[in-house]
């Protein structure tokens, strides 16, 4: 490829709803501007962008893919991404480099959830976003419902400038109401003309809308306007780019991707409206730094690492984002997190799998390195006298855990570097030990996530892991208090064991943990012998009760006992403890603690009937609701944690996807008797 400079750059993301046709388009981009020689479909896994083993066996994207293409004088850089929710983490790596989200939508099923999740997500952070509502040549499509649902969904910012020649089978073209000129296809090759004549006057009618709402963002435009001149077509578009640059107007373009309808069409607007590099700017810090970085080749060089490819062959693959400056095979950068020097070898454009070298990459530009020693996803590389960086992008919150345990000793032994090396490329994957039931859990933002991670352990790094419910961290603790007496005698010849301890238990407000009083008096016990039973109350109580689950919240005083001159010892009195301690809880009215979370849900208005109603099912108590955002309502309820294990697929079932929640753990409460009888006891270590 040939060197560009960051005014003909253009980074774009195709983002959307699952089957939408996002990797198709990318597909039909690359083809259009000769970049491959034929054309791929998703369902037989030959499009560039689908490569990997798990992508081409489920026919849909997993992990967001680059494809540059060179058109009419511009370099377009291609992220295709995922457009199923559990995959979010690419979508939000593409918007953090995209200069144009590209927002894929189908004809036939509208405006789906996960559009509406990732225009939220492009909103907030600004990024210009076109549409291209494709499929109208299926049946049942139908541009007029689409356009609607996007005008009432995104608002008045959205504006049309193409409308479809004929709908489903009879679709065959795009007239273009900029220019009021017909694009019909033969076989995907464009032929400009005349608008047909039944469309004229429909056409002619969008092109005055357009036209006006064009011109009302420019004062001397409009004034122009009103006094009947008739704007030229490079004012229109003039105003239109800044509009869209400045993310208030959001143009709408229609096709067919897998029959090349409209694609040119696409690419020729993103050339000549879509914001280059140097319109959007990103933001840096570090010690008294706090700027907003230009794509200035020129500069000193300065990239930021979008994402991470493990591979257990070559190592690391890191996709950066010149930010500014040119980086040339060979250069030192230091990485400011780690204060780590990395040299950048051999640089290369990815397009899909494939690997295209280049001799430089300008500020604005996308590319790949292999081998960084320290660096993942997230990082700064900048000049040893500039450590500033890219301030980190939160990771989304798990959502779904699983229980994993290695299948083998040699899957054990490879099991921690495998699990870090994975979470290295896909930063939303988490990874803990529960202190508590001592699981190791992986967790993600669903069940597609976390098998596609198994997949990828076994695939990349020969781990097998087997998986399990993941525990609930029960507890157990008393009501009311009690006495008994441990008496720990065994005699074997020579010196035995003896001890006897008193000990009384009473329960403590919930989160008191544990108290240990010692009341002895008169020498019954030795000193040097009671905190052996303090010892033997608090392996009791980690060994767990009546239901096997760790005992809280308990005083305990150790108020008498006896001994023996010679056949006691710290162990028959950490005996005697443990004894006396077992007894006085089966008698102090136990009750079993599950924890409490605290869910916060946010839900469509017409949704929260339904969304309250599982929760109250659920045990849930509701706290209360208030509206956020326009046409969304937030939840507030404690729910028995157990109640929401698998709460992130209930909760896309129930709201078609429209839901989303958070939970945190925020106490214990005591179980229900009628529920308790239902457990079954942990095995004991």
Same mark, same amino acid.
């Given at each position: 490829?040939?060197?560009?400079?960051?005014?003909?750059?253009?980074?774009?993301?195709?983002?959307?709803?699952?089957?939408?046709?996002?990797?198709?388009?990318?597909?039909?981009?690359?083809?259009?501007?000769?970049?491959?020689?034929?054309?791929?479909?998703?369902?037989?896994?030959?499009?560039?962008?689908?490569?990997?083993?798990?992508?081409?066996?489920?026919?849909?994207?997993?992990?967001?893919?680059?494809?540059?293409?060179?058109?009419?004088?511009?370099?377009?850089?291609?992220?295709?991404?995922?457009?199923?929710?559990?995959?979010?983490?690419?979508?939000?790596?593409?918007?953090?480099?995209?200069?144009?989200?590209?927002?894929?939508?189908?004809?036939?099923?509208?405006?789906?959830?996960?559009?509406?999740?990732?225009?939220?997500?492009?909103?907030?952070?600004?990024?210009?976003?076109?549409?291209?509502?494709?499929?109208?040549?299926?049946?049942?499509?139908?541009?007029?419902?689409?356009?609607?649902?996007?005008?009432?969904?995104?608002?008045?910012?959205?504006?049309?400038?193409?409308?479809?020649?004929?709908?489903?089978?009879?679709?065959?073209?795009?007239?273009?109401?900029?220019?009021?000129?017909?694009?019909?296809?033969?076989?995907?090759?464009?032929?400009?003309?005349?608008?047909?004549?039944?469309?004229?006057?429909?056409?002619?009618?969008?092109?005055?809308?357009?036209?006006?709402?064009?011109?009302?963002?420019?004062?001397?435009?409009?004034?122009?306007?009103?006094?009947?001149?008739?704007?030229?077509?490079?004012? !229109?578009?003039?105003?239109?780019?800044?509009?869209?640059?400045?993310?208030?107007?959001?143009?709408?373009?229609?096709?067919?991707?897998?029959?090349?309808?409209?694609?040119?069409?696409?690419?020729?607007?993103?050339?000549?409206?879509?914001?280059?590099?140097?319109?959007?700017?990103?933001?840096?810090?570090?010690?008294?730094?706090?700027?907003?970085?230009?794509?200035?080749?020129?500069?000193?060089?300065?990239?930021?690492?979008?994402?991470?490819?493990?591979?257990?062959?070559?190592?690391?693959?890191?996709?950066?984002?010149?930010?500014?400056?040119?980086?040339?095979?060979?250069?030192?950068?230091?990485?400011?997190? +780690?204060?780590?020097?990395?040299?950048?070898?051999?640089?290369?454009?990815?397009?899909?799998?494939?690997?295209?070298?280049?001799? %430089?990459?300008?500020?604005?530009?996308?590319?790949?390195? %292999?081998? !960084?020693?320290?660096?993942?996803?997230?990082? +700064?590389?900048?000049?040893?006298?500039?450590?500033?960086?890219?301030?980190?992008?939160?990771?989304?919150?798990?959502?779904?855990?699983?229980?994993?345990?290695?299948?083998?000793?040699?899957?054990?032994?490879?099991?921690?570097?495998?699990?870090?090396?994975?979470?290295?490329?896909?930063?939303?994957?988490?990874?803990?030990?529960?202190?508590?039931?001592?699981?190791?859990?992986? !967790?993600?933002?669903?069940?597609?996530?976390?098998?596609?991670?198994?997949?990828?352990?076994?695939?990349?790094?020969?781990?097998?892991?087997?998986?399990?419910?993941?525990?609930?961290?029960?507890?157990?603790?008393?009501?009311?208090?009690?006495?008994?007496?441990?008496?720990?005698?065994?005699?074997?010849?020579?010196?035995?064991?003896?001890?006897?301890?008193?000990?009384?238990?009473?329960?403590?407000?919930?989160?008191?943990?544990?108290?240990?009083?010692?009341?002895?008096?008169?020498? @019954?016990?030795?000193?040097?012998?009671?905190?052996?039973?303090?010892?033997?109350?608090?392996?009791?109580?980690?060994?767990?009760? %009546?239901?096997?689950?760790?005992?809280?919240?308990?005083?305990? +005083?150790?108020?008498?006992?006896?001994?023996?001159?010679?056949?006691?010892?710290?162990?028959?009195?950490?005996?005697?403890?443990? !004894?006396?301690?077992?007894?006085?809880?089966?008698?102090?009215?136990?009750?079993?603690?599950?924890?409490?979370?605290?869910?916060?849900?946010?839900?469509?208005?017409?949704?929260?009937?339904?969304?309250?109603?599982?929760?109250?099912?659920?045990?849930?108590?509701?706290?209360?609701?208030?509206?956020?955002?326009?046409?969304?309502?937030?939840? +507030? %309820?404690?729910?028995?944690?157990?109640?929401?294990?698998?709460?992130?697929?209930?909760?896309?079932?129930?709201?078609?996807?429209?839901?989303?929640?958070?939970?945190?753990?925020?106490?214990?409460?005591?179980?229900?008797?009628?529920?308790?009888?239902?457990?079954?006891?942990? @095995?004991?270590?």
């Amino acid at each position: 490829m040939q060197d560009y400079s960051p005014a003909k750059i253009r980074n774009v993301a195709l983002v959307g709803h699952g089957g939408a046709g996002k990797t198709s388009l990318a597909e039909a981009l690359l083809f259009r501007a000769g970049a491959i020689s034929r054309l791929g479909r998703v369902d037989d896994g030959t499009t560039v962008c689908d490569h990997e083993p798990e992508e081409l066996e489920r026919h849909m994207s997993l992990s967001l893919a680059v494809a540059p293409l060179e058109l009419d004088g511009c370099k377009i850089n291609v992220i295709d991404t995922p457009g199923y929710a559990d995959f979010v983490a690419d979508v939000l790596a593409a918007l953090e480099v995209a200069d144009l989200a590209v927002f894929v939508v189908s004809a036939v099923e509208g405006v789906e959830f996960q559009t509406e999740a990732v225009w939220r997500l492009a909103a907030e952070r600004k990024v210009p976003r076109m549409v291209f509502v494709n499929k109208l040549d299926r049946e049942r499509a139908s541009f007029e419902r689409t356009l609607d649902e996007l005008h009432s969904t995104f608002g008045t910012g959205i504006a049309p400038l193409e409308l479809p020649i004929g709908e489903a089978a009879a679709f065959h073209g795009v007239a273009d109401l900029l220019t009021d000129t017909a694009y019909c296809y033969d076989a995907g090759t464009p032929v400009s003309g005349e608008i047909p004549e039944e469309m004229e006057a429909l056409e002619h009618q969008v092109h005055e809308h357009l036209v006006e709402g064009i011109v009302e963002a420019d004062d001397d435009l409009l004034e122009r306007y009103l006094e009947g001149d008739v704007p030229s077509f490079e004012e !229109l578009e003039g105003v239109l780019a800044k509009g869209i640059a400045e993310a208030r107007v959001f143009p709408v373009v229609c096709g067919a991707a897998t029959a090349l309808i409209g694609v040119d069409r696409l690419a020729s607007f993103i050339c000549e409206i879509g914001p280059s590099p140097l319109e959007r700017r990103h933001r840096v810090c570090g010690g008294d730094v706090d700027v907003e970085v230009v794509a200035d080749p020129g500069a000193e060089p300065l990239a930021y690492v979008f994402k991470t490819i493990a591979d257990p062959y070559v190592g690391h693959l890191s996709l950066f984002k010149v930010l500014s400056g040119t980086i040339r095979p060979d250069d030192h950068l230091r990485n400011p997190r +780690t204060g780590t020097d990395e040299r950048l070898h051999a640089l290369f454009s990815l397009r899909g799998k494939e690997q295209l070298q280049t001799r %430089a990459v300008v500020a604005g530009d996308l590319a790949a390195v %292999a081998k !960084l020693g320290d660096t993942v996803t997230g990082d +700064t590389l900048a000049p040893r006298t500039m450590p500033v960086v890219v301030p980190p992008l939160e990771p989304p919150e798990p959502v779904l855990a699983v229980a994993v345990q290695p299948r083998t000793q040699a899957d054990d032994d490879k099991l921690a570097r495998a699990l870090h090396r994975l979470g290295e490329e896909d930063p939303a994957l988490r990874v803990r030990r529960d202190p508590d039931t001592h699981q190791l859990l992986l !967790l993600g933002m669903g069940e597609a996530h976390l098998q596609l991670s198994l997949d990828r352990l076994r695939r990349k790094f020969g781990v097998d892991l087997d998986t399990e419910d993941v525990k609930v961290a029960y507890r157990e603790t008393i009501t009311a208090a009690a006495e008994a007496e441990g008496k720990y005698k065994k005699q074997s010849g020579g010196h035995g064991q003896f001890g006897i301890a008193d000990v009384r238990v009473e329960p403590l407000p919930r989160g008191g943990g544990f108290e240990f009083v010692d009341a002895v008096v008169g020498g @019954a016990i030795p000193r040097q012998f009671i905190p052996a039973v303090e010892r033997g109350v608090l392996e009791a109580m980690a060994q767990g009760g %009546a239901h096997g689950f760790p005992v809280v919240d308990v005083k305990v +005083t150790c108020f008498d006992g006896k001994y023996h001159p010679v056949d006691s010892s710290e162990m028959s009195f950490k005996m005697a403890g443990s !004894l006396a301690f077992r007894e006085a809880l089966a008698k102090a009215a136990p009750v079993v603690l599950e924890p409490v979370s605290l869910l916060t849900v946010t839900v469509p208005d017409v949704q929260l009937g339904d969304v309250m109603g599982d929760l109250n099912a659920r045990r849930g108590r509701v706290q209360g609701t208030e509206p956020v955002g326009e046409g969304e309502q937030e939840v +507030t %309820a404690m729910v028995p944690t157990s109640e929401t294990l698998r709460y992130a697929i209930d909760l896309r079932s129930l709201t078609g996807g429209r839901g989303r929640f958070r939970a945190v753990h925020d106490h214990y409460d005591v179980m229900p008797a009628h529920l308790v009888e239902r457990l079954a006891a942990p @095995a004991l270590a």
